[in-house]
């Protein structure tokens, strides 16, 4: 059983387009975040979220959006994608003992 | 917010080897400070990490130490193993927040 799972493994899709990604964990876990890795392997915050709060990075474009509809998902949606957005987004779980568990990763590419 | 530099950026090793990866974070509050390994097309995973109460920490191979008056910890792996070559991250966490700042990574390459 995948603790934490995202969808899908891979996307590509054309510029100006609105794109999801879908993420469930099964840990029972509290927090749930998005990081972006580009292809300088840095790994940059750019939400998390528990039931209490949902805390955004302040350089993220208004065009990355999370929702929660659950406690054991943290979908992220992106309106028109640029070419900079591409890169591997990872989603990740974490409870009050501060270990992260990623999922898979999402490579994003636009064209 | 909190600041992590990361050095070296690249470290080539021969197997056998020791290697150490050194970091630095901006913010007193911080007070957990976790090792993660990404392999090649791989999710980052947790490896060993420190809590600001204790100065070093010790898994087999791999130890962590942290400097709290000067703000810096280290990750030491002795006796590398070609897997053991993967990026590795540092991070630090202030207390209460729950979203760790990574550095920028550390390229370990180990040949046998």
């Known amino acids: 059983d995948t603790a934490v799972s995202q969808t899908p493994k891979y996307l590509v899709t054309q510029m100006g387009n609105d794109k999801s990604i879908k993420c469930e964990q099964n840990?029972?876990?509290?927090?749930m975040y998005w990081y972006k890795q580009d292809s300088k392997k840095f790994l940059k915050i750019m939400f998390s979220?528990?039931?209490?709060?949902?805390?955004i990075n302040e350089t993220v474009p208004n065009r990355f959006s999370p929702k929660s509809p659950d406690k054991a998902h943290l979908n992220l949606h992106i309106n028109s994608l640029e070419l900079g957005d591409s890169a591997v987004y990872f989603c990740?779980?974490?409870?009050?003992?501060?270990?992260?568990?990623f999922g898979a990763g999402s490579r994003l590419t636009v064209l | 917010g909190e600041n992590v530099e990361q050095h070296p950026s690249t470290l080539s090793v021969q197997e056998g080897d020791s290697a150490v990866i050194k970091c630095t974070y901006s913010?007193?509050?911080?007070?957990?400070f976790p090792w993660y390994k990404q392999e090649l097309g791989k999710r980052p995973q947790l490896i060993i990490d420190i809590r600001s109460n204790v100065g070093e920490k010790k898994d087999q191979r791999i130890a962590v130490t942290l400097n709290k008056t000067a703000k810096h910890f280290s990750l030491h792996i002795t006796e590398t193993q070609p897997e053991d070559s993967a990026v590795y991250f540092c991070a630090a966490e202030p207390g209460g927040s729950y979203i760790p700042t990574f550095g920028r990574g550390t390229s370990l390459i180990v040949h046998p």
């Open positions: 840990l029972g876990h509290d927090t």
């Open positions: 979220y528990n039931n209490k709060e949902l805390i």
């Open positions: 913010d007193s509050a911080s007070n957990y």
């Open positions: 990740a779980s974490a409870s009050g003992a501060n270990v992260l568990t």
